[in-house]
Nanobody
Framework: QVQLVESGGGLVQPGGSLRLSCTAS????????MGWYRQAPGKERELVAT???????TYLDSVKGRFTISRDNAKNTLYLQMINLKPEDTAIYYC???????WGQGTQVTVSS
């Protein structure tokens, strides 16, 4: 069984920063590509960023230049560094593999004045 635990969310003002972490049981980060997803109220869950096992990254257009996804396979941890946060970034953030089979409970990010 694979369990993913997201952390690092919180309440931040527009323009602020947060770093999210995702830690997995086992060692799946060395085997799989990983992604960060988010779901805002009333919206479908969307893919925010991905990182392959080789370190190649992709980003949702609206977060390019502001978010950075990274991974530390030795620590079995995925990160999402977020800067210049905007109210529209408010959502519950999740990590998962491209198969979307290992949802955790997510971590809430709220961007508000």
């Amino acid at each position: 069984q694979v369990q993913l635990v997201e952390s690092g969310g919180g309440l931040v003002q527009p323009g602020g920063s947060l770093r999210l972490s995702c830690t997995a049981s086992g060692s799946i980060f060395s085997i799989n590509a990983m992604g960060w997803y988010r779901q805002a109220p009333g919206k479908e869950r969307e893919l925010v960023a991905t990182i392959t096992t080789g370190g190649r990254t992709t980003y949702l257009d609206s977060v390019k230049g502001r978010f950075t996804i990274s991974r530390d396979n030795a620590k079995n941890t995925l990160y999402l560094q977020m800067i210049n946060l905007k109210p529209e970034d408010t959502a519950i953030y999740y990590c998962n593999t491209p198969s979307r089979r290992y949802w955790g409970q997510g971590t809430q990010v709220t961007v508000s004045s």
